[in-house]
């Protein structure tokens, strides 16, 4: 399935695509999309079953925002140089364990939201990524099949960032990443039964047209189930958290000088296989 949120920001509705393509309502089946839905099997089968049935109100999508795929998030974990090419770019070596840092649920947005390029900002940056939305606990997980048991769904992700605060202000990443809407999320999230292998999946992102990445998450350092194997040891991931796997190479900074960092008034374009597309207008906070 691919589900979704649309309206506007904090009054959005759960929705569906069906296997046409039309937006239906999922308001009388569900409250919403999130992690209380996808860790209850039963009220999943019933969004299964009505969307399939085919009698749902049709929405029209015509003027109407699409929101993050996931409400009332917890969690945002990211992986960090979690490509072999975007290490090689960056000039880093290749880790031995993943590298692990946190953004604020509240950098959380629609698909298609403003991206504000923070005041003082000369080197925002882009990121597209593959996201993984948890749909059962996990703690201490020991196996790679005990992980993908725990996949919600997978969702477009971009994971923003200021790589002057985030490399060279002191501290951890953390100044970086958690700027207003520095988290991108959707259009939808796409149940694990339409994403057979995640390690397949073709990542691209445009800045106002020209290809700036373009790679496949075959190209990862550490696999989505590993990733998750990791992560449980560490910290309990529960339903509605989202994981970010990493970007592949083509990042402004990895970029000969002139970096071209992002500017107001840019736009940005980033989609993966199967999982749907952003846009983005940079704005000026």
């Known amino acids: 399935m691919k589900l979704l949120r649309v309206g506007p920001p904090g009054a959005e509705r759960p929705a569906a695509l069906d296997a046409d393509g039309v937006l239906r309502d999922l308001a009388a089946v569900t409250p919403d999309v999130d992690g209380a839905l996808l860790a209850d099997d039963a009220a999943l089968a019933r969004v299964r079953a009505a969307v399939d049935g085919g009698g749902l109100p049709r929405l029209d999508p015509g003027g109407l925002r699409i929101g993050p795929p996931v409400g009332r998030v917890g969690k945002v974990v990211c992986i960090g140089l979690n490509y072999h090419d975007h290490a090689r770019e960056t000039g880093a070596a290749v880790p031995a364990e993943p590298i692990v840092f946190l953004k604020a649920a509240d950098t959380v947005v629609g698909p298609d939201d403003p991206v504000l390029v923070p005041r003082g900002s000369t080197r925002t940056d882009w990121e597209v990524e593959l ?23 997978y969702a477009v992700a971009h994971d923003v960032s200021e790589r002057e605060w985030q490399l060279e202000r002191g501290g951890t990443w953390d100044k970086g990443k958690n700027c207003e809407t520095f988290s991108p999320l959707g259009p939808w999230l796409v149940t694990p039964d339409e994403v057979p292998d995640p390690q397949a999946l073709g990542l691209r992102l445009r800045v106002d047209g020209r290809l700036m990445q373009d790679g496949t998450t075959a190209d990862q350092i550490f696999p989505v189930a590993e990733v998750l194997r990791y992560l449980s ?11 970010l796997t990493g970007t592949p190479a083509g990042v402004a900074m990895g970029r000969p000088e002139p970096k071209p960092y992002l500017r107001p008034g840019h736009v940005v374009d980033l989609e993966i296989d199967g999982l749907g597309r952003q846009r983005q207008v940079l704005t000026a906070a």
């Open 131 to 153: 996201a993984v939305v948890v749909g059962r606990t996990a703690r201490y997980l020991e196996t790679d099949a005990q992980a993908r048991a725990c996949v919600g769904g």
């Open 233 to 243: 040891g560490f910290m309990v991931l529960r339903p509605g958290d989202v994981v």
